[in-house]
């Protein structure tokens, strides 16, 4: 099977580490999310009870990075099994194994399709009718592809979406050839979320890398502010325009400077178009369709993900299930003091405190103007609030 030779950005969220192979290392490191930007912590993952605490932990957050490091905690499992082992004593053992660590892992995130979707190619290779040795090998391979692939996904996505981003405003009359333009965005969608340069955060990239990005404005995104911690440091390192918005001060922003569309990524969409995403995502897109001010004109939405993301199963956001986060991660805060330069862990709310902490919230389609993915960009019919995500997919398909 070919590789993919994109190469990665110095900054990611996954790596093998001593330049060596996953079957060589049978391992892999995550950075620690949870204390960035101020310590880079590398955590080594060779179990599937280990991805599991770092997922459910957000020590790694994100959907296509959380089923990367599911499928490849599972390959580090069976390249680590001695030969007599009873998971690989028989056909059926080996796909019981399979079966009950997926189960497992679904667990840690429930929200994010992308973990599923990765899980069910995998229990999908390891019931074909081959021997346990074949069905171990083909198991570990799809482990590698699922990571591989999402590396060249994220380079399409934005060259997909940043291309007719700026078509459709130049088509629009909203600027002119070659004009910059200003893009808003939530949470963290780049390097730290992918395998690769990310999915709302890989367009905004990509608008830098061909100079027609004037700034990138991100939301701080509480409780766990993921802009203000991730995307600052990745738009850093990149050299990108960028200021942080506060949350609460998104409706001025759009009131009172000019900002051409709202990328945002996405942990599950649905046949309809309805998309689940980072908390705050569906106020925003309300604020950017219905403008405070009659002389602003609406800011389009997009929603960047890659097609394991559209999970075609369910056919509106009334059907997702939405992760309740706990409410101690609502009033704290983790940063760097000035007095000792260390790190710690702040509560700022009285203890005892009832606190509603939903991980994320549905955006009905209505509010979408379009969806990016690396095969191109599903917009809906003339008149209609939904998109037909389904047919689009399989026009897609068919044309591949």
Not at 8 to 23: D, M
Not at 223 to 231: E, F, I, K, V
Not at 293 to 321: E, M, Q, Y
Request: proline share 5%; charged share 20%.
């Amino acid at each position: 099977m070919s590789r993919v030779t994109i190469e990665p950005p110095s900054l990611c969220a996954i790596r093998i580490p001593n330049g060596q192979t996953l079957r060589e290392a049978k391992r892999v490191e995550i950075i620690d999310q949870l204390e960035l930007p101020h310590a880079e912590n590398w955590i080594s993952v060779s179990t599937v009870e280990e991805a599991f605490d770092a997922i459910k932990s957000m020590k790694i957050r994100g959907a296509p990075a959380i089923a990367s490091l599911a499928a490849l905690s599972i390959a580090c499992a069976l390249l680590s099994l001695p030969s007599s082992a009873p998971e690989t004593s028989s056909v059926s053992s080996f796909q019981n194994y399979i079966s009950n660590v997926s189960s497992y892992l679904l667990a840690s995130r429930p929200t994010a399709v992308n973990l599923q979707e990765a899980l069910s190619r995998i229990a999908a290779v390891s019931t074909a009718e081959k021997s346990v040795s074949e069905l171990v090998e083909d198991v570990i391979e799809v482990c590698i592809t699922v990571w591989e692939e999402d590396l060249e996904r994220c380079w399409k996505m934005g060259e997909v979406g940043g291309t007719w981003l700026l078509e459709k405003l130049e088509s629009e009359g909203r600027i002119e050839k070659g004009d910059k333009i200003a893009v808003l965005t939530v949470c963290n969608t780049g390097s730290l979320a992918t395998s690769g340069y990310g999915t709302a955060l890989g367009l905004i990239t990509y608008l830098h890398s061909i100079s027609r990005l004037s700034v990138a404005y991100y939301m701080a995104t509480s409780p766990y502010y993921q802009g203000a911690r991730l995307t600052s440091m990745e738009l850093k390192s990149l050299g990108v325009p960028s200021m942080m918005i506060c949350d609460t001060a998104v409706g001025a922003l759009l009131a009172t400077k000019q900002v051409h569309a709202f990328v945002a990524g996405a942990d599950r969409i649905v046949a309809n178009g309805d998309t689940a995403n980072k908390i705050s995502t569906c106020q925003i897109a309300n604020l950017c369709q219905h403008p405070l001010h009659p002389s602003r004109p609406k800011v389009p939405v997009l929603i960047s993900a890659p097609l394991t993301t559209v999970d075609l199963s369910l056919p509106s956001g009334d059907h997702i299930k939405i992760e309740d986060r706990p409410s101690k991660e609502a009033i704290t805060v983790r940063g760097k003091t000035d007095i000792t330069n260390g790190l710690v862990t702040v509560q700022f709310a009285p203890d005892g405190i009832e606190v509603w902490n939903p991980a994320f919230d549905v955006t009905p389609a209505r509010l979408i103007d379009a969806i990016v993915t690396e095969v191109g960009v599903a917009v809906k019919k003339d008149g209609e609030e939904q998109f037909g995500l389904k047919e689009w997919v399989e026009e897609r398909k068919r044309d591949t």
